[in-house]
């Protein structure tokens, strides 16, 4: 099946800093992917529909200024948690989708990001 | 208004035995899919089974089927003669309108199941 990677696959860092995570579709080309944040024990929730070569859309809530997501090419998706505090804490997810590739999307393996 | 609803926070299962998840969904598209996902503690989403709303038989996929209740708005998950590894997070998702790659997937509050020895 079609594989997504995402780096890193956790992350610790100080309060105040930014975070970049990176997804990536390694053998099909993602005209689509979706951010999903999921904290401990709760269900996925998702942030935003990045778009290649557009703006992504956000979901309501979810501070565009603070969640930059980037999708520069149809391999490639960043998000940046920009000036990250405690509560930014979660578990982040991408999934690709493309028409060729199959009704259900591909998720990658998630990022485990720790603010302290 | 919530779009999935897993009313099962946890299951216990006895190894062997069959487990039905339950899942209703609300929408107002004709067209829409319905999918099962399975989150071991590794965090990995994997994909089990997926049920279009045009899909006339219930999808099986080798020990999963879905039973799908179109009327009912529900989209429940069966497994067969359970594993031990099948202890994990189970998620019910939905897609709704017609597929295509913009078409975003929203999930359920998920089902812990655990299969005991």
């Known amino acids: 099946g079609a594989v997504v990677s995402q780096h890193p696959s956790w992350v610790i860092c100080k309060s105040g800093t930014s975070v970049k995570i990176e997804c990536r579709s390694l053998?099909?080309?993602?005209?689509?992917m979706f951010w999903y944040r999921q904290f401990p024990k709760q269900s996925l929730m998702l942030m935003a529909t990045s778009n290649e070569g557009s703006k992504a859309t956000y979901e309501q809530g979810v501070e565009k200024d603070k969640f930059l997501i980037n999708h520069a090419s149809l391999t490639l998706s960043t998000l940046t948690v920009t000036s990250a505090h405690p509560e930014d804490s979660s578990f982040y997810i991408c999934?690709?989708?493309?028409?060729?590739?199959?009704?259900?999307?591909?998720f990658g393996p998630g990022t485990r990001l720790t603010v302290l | 208004a919530q779009k999935i609803t897993q009313t099962q926070p946890g299951m216990f299962v006895q190894e062997k035995e069959a487990v039905t998840l339950d899942c209703t969904y609300d929408?107002?598209?004709?067209?829409?899919?319905l999918f099962w996902y399975k989150q071991p503690s590794s965090g990995e989403m994997i994909f089990l089974i997926y049920q279009g709303s045009y899909d006339e038989q219930n999808a099986t996929e080798g020990r999963y089927s879905l039973n799908f209740q179109k009327a009912r708005k529900s989209a429940n998950l069966v497994i067969s003669a359970s594993q031990l590894g099948d202890s994990a997070m189970y998620f019910c998702a939905m897609r709704e309108g017609r597929d295509s790659s913009a078409s975003k997937i929203i999930f359920g509050s998920g089902t812990r199941l655990s299969i005991r020895p």
């Open positions: 053998d099909f080309q993602a005209t689509t």
């Open positions: 929408t107002s598209d004709q067209s829409y899919g």
């Open positions: 999934s690709a989708r493309s028409g060729l590739v199959g009704a259900s999307g591909f």
